[in-house]
Nanobody, 125 residues
Framework: QVQLVESGGGLVQAGGSLRLSCAAS????????VGWFRQAPGKEREFVAG????????FYGDSVKGRFTISRDYAKNTVYLQMNSLKPEDTAVYYC??????????????????WGQGTQVTVSS
């Protein structure tokens, strides 16, 4: 059982930055992938970014490429999502999740087994 706790959400003006954190309750195994997803009211959950624990390979959704950066800290068992140049359309609840069975492209929420409770990000115009 993996418990995930997100933090770092809040209210920011357009063009600003936020850094989200996702702390895991257990040590990440090498074959895990950690992903960030988001869901805005009335919209489907959307893949934002993912990182493979073993080699740090990263994946990004098209809407955040060049603006968001995902990273990991082995010692702290934590994954970060640095969000720059935020836009009002980035407003959503952001969730981190862990995929325990590797998939070629870890962008589908159905492939993830453990989820955090979410943290709200609101970007004002």
């Amino acid at each position: 059982q993996v418990q995930l706790v997100e933090s770092g959400g809040g209210l920011v003006q357009a063009g600003g930055s936020l850094r989200l954190s996702c702390a895991a309750s257990v040590r990440m195994l090498s074959y895990y992938t950690v992903g960030w997803f988001r869901q805005a009211p009335g919209k489907e959950r959307e893949f934002v970014a993912g990182i493979r624990w073993i080699d740090g390979r990263t994946f990004y959704g098209d809407s955040v490429k060049g603006r968001f950066t995902i990273s990991r800290d082995y010692a702290k068992n934590t994954v970060y999502l640095q969000m720059n140049s935020l836009k009002p359309e980035d407003t959503a609840v952001y969730y981190c999740a862990v995929e325990t069975n590797p998939s070629p492209q870890p962008t589908r929420d159905l492939d993830y087994d453990y989820w955090g409770q979410g943290t709200q990000v609101t970007v004002s115009s």
